[in-house]
């Protein structure tokens, strides 16, 4: 497997190991008036090398008095100088006298920092209470911001136990990763360390009461898994019943016994807390012990809330919990090994999952300027650019790839081996590997290493002959055929080919493997085949239009060979390989068609995303939106009015989600009958304030509705939902809606709400609203150029950067825009987003591509299609 270190200046980004951490005591006392913190940190250090000199983090902080203490030597030391190191955010201090190799020492280092609302370090967030605002404090440490909380070895390597110690005002919550062993009101009569009387020495006078609170000393952890916070919260058990959050702390109280059962190892902390936080950068947070994440990810109404909140908050819970066992007890040694986090339960055989990982991965891993999933990162300050697509979700389909050919008991056990071998130790992907080796007697170093070293995913070409198939693979660019440079992989492809024996019964080879660049296969091909059964393999599969027409019919029919999990990877397969060029988008949109018939919701997700994504590639081609607008309102509007606009409990999720769908759809391709109910709808909650006439699964859609077919009444009341949001997700839901007006008045001021109102944590859901309207698509990547300085300094630390660069930029979709945005960014520094500066570039040329190739075939096949309608 690919190494970590770069071969020039192997040691440049890493810190030196001539010190390593074993243990930290970290006191920090929290003023929420004056939003600000100090303390100290006290870490006791094993001397692997003689040296003079201590390197370690810190970034943002007023650092004060420093001593060292030798064990060896017996004596306290002061360091003689320090210099710092901005950019690799590292300070050293240098010792007048010298560690000896194999000693221990303790360095202390005071400290103080500002609360401010980055979202990153220790920061603060703010609520609302009475009229006023008021804030709280809380931690986000991943990927290296523990530093901008106290000095510390800040890589994922360095494991150290920690002691964690929290002084605050009396009527405050403490929390931590670990529960408390005590907490007393300071006075007179309370014993605290030295240490601690420098700190807390003023406050005994002061009329508030402060408290001090003490936490159990946590197992061995990385510095990114430590959290705290403080502030007036409220909490509940599994006891306590509470609206809002239930919902999340049952799926957490359920998982948790699952994942102990299935991985055989114990969830080796006293308690799992999770924080709801108000301000947040990421969806959620996996702190060892404290979960932290945003309300979306965790709040809801269960009287009013959607089904799509609910997966996704059970989602996002199981997900955090999963990762107490994988990234936490056992974790990668560098972040290159990001997705050894991932491996969660989505590798089972899950429909869902071909749309939510599956597709999203190859979509993005379809682009030259993607990255392997074990990609070499040594810096820390890029790491933030790695959390995609391709360490999640291409890794989960990697993985559920992998679970399929040995076996998911097999791969299971294998997990389990590799996690009792591991338990609280560094890990790097062969470590998995030799694991699932051991359970299944397979060489899965050999089987999957180009899978995750390598760059990209294969598309195999199938062509018949009267023996059977014969399958090659090439690396699949959505540009279309790759340049024999980026196409020298040859990855070891397990086929699993679902085709009938001589008696005419069909059944799934799973031993079937390429593992070249190309191999013939006997097969009956007289009677339905399909490689890629349940379409598992991270891969597309190309056949002739002749073959995918007979798939299709095939996949129509009621009693079909092919299940759900084929019928939705064929449509994501056929539209992917016309984008391409590889196919022709007249045969995809016949797929489409002849599954019209098609009764499960997920089939039809796959066909709605399709089908819009059509219509905002060529959202400048008036004629042909609007012909691609009427074959959705066929697809879409009949399913309307067969499902009508009620919810019912009795009703299946599929029939929830395949009735949201259809209306969502056939709103967005602007079927005036389905406009006007929405609309309607809307109008009694204005006259009213009634919601009931609002069913949470179509909020979205119909704020959406009212405002981009309203006005001003209009917009103004979804500001008022956003000000004072009855849930996390109607808030959401109100800023998309303000994104969506077509009123050049009205869209302006959405911008100047960014400006001036916006959350930093909300302000991608005001990108995607604008970025979705095709009246706004041009003026939010004016403003985002017009406002860069403003934007850059705002976000330069978090995730959302990233994203503001492509949310802002990817829809546009001319050589003209290409053209532009390369020389926009031309003079800036784009250290800090340029993977997605890069695959926002490829999907603007992807897109113009696709246009200027697909134009002619596209609007031949819509005129034939409404010809056909008529007839």
Known sequence: MSTTATSQQPDQYRLPIDVKPTHYDVTIKTDLESLTFEGFVKTSLDVKKETSKIVLNTSDLELGKVSVYSDALKSEQAPISDSFDKSQERIAYELSNTLPAGSKAEIKIRFSGKLTGSMMGYYKSSWEHEGKTKYYALTQFEPTAARRAFPCWDEPLLKATFGITLISRADTVNLSNMPATSEDVLSSGVQVSEDIKDIVSTLENEKEKWKITRFETTPPMSSY??????????????????????????????????????????????????????????????????????????????????????????????????HMWFGNITTMEWWNYLYLNEVFPEWKVDSEFIADHLNRALNLDAKLSSHPIEVECPDANHINQIFDSLSYSKAASVLRMLSNYVGEDLFLKGVSIYLKKKLYANSVTNDLWEGISEATKVDVTRLMDNWISKIGFPVLTVTEDANGIHVRQDRFLETGHAEPKDNETIWNIPLSILSADKNGKLAIDKSAILEQREKSFPIDTNKPFKLNASTIGVYRVLYTPERLTKIAKEAAKEDSAFSLNDRIGLVYDAMALSKAGLAKLSSALTLVDILRNEKEHLVWVGIAESVSNLVTIWWEHPQIVEQLNAFRRALFVPLVEKLGYEYSASDSPDIT????????????????????????????????????????????????????????????????????????????????????????????????????????????????????????????????????????????????????????????????DYKEIEAFFKDKDTSKYNQSLAQTLDTIRAKYEYINRSTEDLGQWLVQWEKSRKQ
């Open 657 to 816: 989600e395949l009735r949201t769908i259809a209306i969502s759809q056939s709103a967005a391709a602007r079927d005036l009958a389905v406009v006007k109910e929405l609309k309607s709808r809307f109008e009694h909650y204005m006259k009213t304030g009634d919601y009931s006439k609002i069913p949470a699964d179509l909020q979205r859609v119909i704020f959406v509705v009212a405002a981009r077919h309203g006005g001003r009444a209009e917009y103004d009341a979804v500001i008022k939902i956003h000000d004072k949001p009855k849930t996390p997700t109607a808030r959401i839901a109100a800023i998309q809606a303000m994104g969506a007006t077509e009123d050049p008045q009205l869209i302006q001021e959405t911008f100047k709400f960014i400006t001036t109102k916006s959350k930093d944590q909300d302000i991608m859901y005001f990108f995607r609203g604008l970025s979705n309207n095709f009246k706004a698509r041009r003026l939010l990547a004016k403003f985002f150029r017009d406002e860069y300085d403003v934007l850059y300094k705002r976000f330069e630390g978090n995730f959302a950067l990233q994203y503001l660069v492509s949310i802002s930029m990817d829809g546009l979709a001319s050589e003209k």
């Open 225 to 322: 898994i430590v959290a705290f916070a403080n502030g007036n919260f409220e909490y509940l058990e599994r006891s306590v019943v509470s609206p809002l959050t239930q919902f999340a702390l049952d799926v957490k109280a359920d998982v948790l016994p699952l994942y102990e059962k299935v991985f055989d190892v114990e969830y080796p902390l006293p308690k799992l807390d999770t924080l709801v936080a108000s301000d947040f950068d990421a969806g959620a947070m996996e702190n060892w012990g404290l979960i932290t994440g945003r309300t979306s990810a965790f709040l809801l109404d269960p009287e009013n809330a959607d089904l799509s909140a609910k997966k996704q908050i059970a989602t996002t819970q199981s997900h955090e919990v999963a």
